[in-house]
């Protein structure tokens, strides 16, 4: 039976085995025909914008408790393609309770009462109104860092 002497450590043994008995320390290299070569993952980082380029959570608050009739955080915060989607998801139900409204008014029906159409489109914009003054409270109760972290930063792929 032939020896083998560990790479590692340097002491001999069977070559029937294929790591050292002493170290753990395999000697077999694969063979040239199977290597190959396995790319590393790409890492990726968060790459916070510099402090000159940062938006600030104070003025997006401001946006959204005084401009959220216009989505003016939105657009601040996500850019203009979301902004736009924004504004079309508001104004999209507010026709819809215009036409009720009017609807209503020219229908000479018994079972719905004057008003009832102004009325929900007031709860619908107190309600636009409502969320707009918990998100502005949200925007100035966030800690820095995470508000960094969530309008301030993108990831870069190396």
């Excluded at 508001?90 to 020219?106: G, V």
Aim: hydrophobic share 45%.
């Amino acid at each position: 039976m032939s020896l083998i002497k560990c790479k590692k450590c340097g002491k001999e043994y069977s070559v029937i085995k294929d790591n050292c008995p002493y170290c753990g320390q395999s000697q077999k290299e694969p063979p040239a025909s199977t290597a190959q070569h396995i790319p590393a993952k790409k890492k990726k980082e968060l790459y916070i914008l510099p402090p000159d380029e940062r938006k600030s959570p104070i003025v997006a608050a401001i946006f959204s408790f005084l401009f959220w009739w216009i989505a003016l955080d939105t657009f601040y915060l996500y850019g203009l393609l979301v902004g736009f989607c924004k504004l079309l998801l508001i104004y999209f139900f507010l026709p819809i309770f215009w036409c009720w409204y009017f609807l209503d008014f020219f229908r000479e029906s018994t079972t719905t009462k004057d008003g009832d159409a102004l009325l929900a489109l007031f709860v619908y914009v107190c309600c636009l109104e409502l969320i707009s003054i918990i998100k502005a409270i949200y925007y100035i109760a966030l800690p820095i860092n995470k508000f960094n972290r969530k309008y301030n930063s993108y990831i870069v792929k190396e």
